[in-house]
């Protein structure tokens, strides 16, 4: 009877936004989405017209279009460690997540997961600033739907490289199904462009159990009960 029980029980979950990455649909199935504003940023084949950036960005990546020069804002999973794509190591490594700010100042890039169902998560994100080879600056929120949860400015001098991070990690924050926690991008007050930030972020999800799982887990203790007092020979 134990052993049909036990697996009733809720199981925590990862959700990392790098391992979840999927060059192909947006939103993917770790329920990571992108977002130019409220728009889904669509998937591209990369132009090679001579951006130092190309070979990190291959196969594909999200962006408003495949030119790296100007189709900001941009969602990459690096191909390459940045010493291979014009900038250094301490920018970015194979398989970090990069995001481009978009160049427009009246837009917002949104990276978002999306609670499944009810539960709690623990979750860590680091974010830095991942294009040396400039000096510029962007701001950078996270929220758990409409509520701030941080914000930094993300710059050549502020959280510069993938070893100095800007770190927010929560433990035991309550969700319910189709609430988001979101990590928005713009570019700072003053700057021309946008420019690259790498981001880490990990949610270890906690689902509440269903009323009936835990009507059958009650229920179960108080079987393995009875039958240890009928063991006994205790009424």
């Known amino acids: 009877m134990l052993s049909c029980i036990l697996p009733l029980s809720a199981s925590a979950e990862i959700f990392s936004l790098s391992g979840d990455f999927d060059h192909n649909n947006n939103p993917n199935a770790g329920g990571w989405?992108?977002?130019?504003?409220?728009?889904l940023l669509p998937n591209q084949v990369p132009l090679n017209n001579g951006n130092a950036l190309y070979p990190a960005v291959?196969?594909?990546?999200?962006?408003?279009?495949?030119?790296?020069?100007?189709?900001?804002?941009?969602?990459?999973?690096?191909?390459v460690n940045?010493?291979?794509?014009?900038?250094?190591?301490?920018?970015?490594?194979?398989?970090?997540?990069?995001?481009?700010?978009?160049?427009?100042?009246?837009?917002?890039?949104?990276?978002?997961?999306?609670?499944?169902?009810?539960?709690?998560?623990?979750?860590?994100s680091d974010i830095w600033y991942a294009h040396s080879v400039v000096n510029r600056a962007n701001a950078v929120s996270i929220f758990l739907n409409s509520t701030p949860l941080g914000s930094a400015t993300i710059s050549r001098t502020s959280y510069s490289n993938r070893n100095n991070p800007w770190r927010v990690a929560l433990n035991d924050v309550a969700v319910n199904a189709g609430?988001?926690?979101?990590?928005?991008?713009?570019?700072?007050?003053?700057?021309t462009v946008?420019?690259?930030?790498?981001?880490?972020?990990?949610?270890?999800?906690?689902?509440?159990?269903?009323?009936?799982?835990?009507?059958?887990?009650?229920?179960?203790?108080?079987?393995?009960?009875?039958?240890?007092?009928?063991?006994?020979?205790?009424?």
């Open 33 to 39: 989405s992108y977002f130019n504003n409220s728009s």
């Open 58 to 79: 291959l196969p594909r990546f999200f962006a408003t279009g495949p030119n790296l020069n100007t189709d900001t804002p941009m969602v990459i999973k690096a191909g």
């Open 82 to 124: 940045g010493s291979s794509a014009g900038e250094t190591d301490a920018d970015f490594l194979q398989g970090d997540i990069l995001i481009h700010s978009p160049n427009s100042a009246t837009s917002i890039l949104t990276v978002q997961w999306t609670a499944p169902e009810a539960g709690s998560i623990d979750f860590t």
């Open 179 to 191: 609430d988001t926690l979101r990590f928005q991008f713009q570019k700072s007050a003053g700057q």
């Open 194 to 235: 946008g420019s690259l930030n790498g981001v880490a972020v990990t949610v270890d999800f906690t689902p509440i159990p269903e009323p009936g799982t835990a009507t059958l887990l009650l229920i179960g203790g108080g079987f393995l009960g009875l039958m240890s007092r009928l063991r006994s020979g205790r009424p």
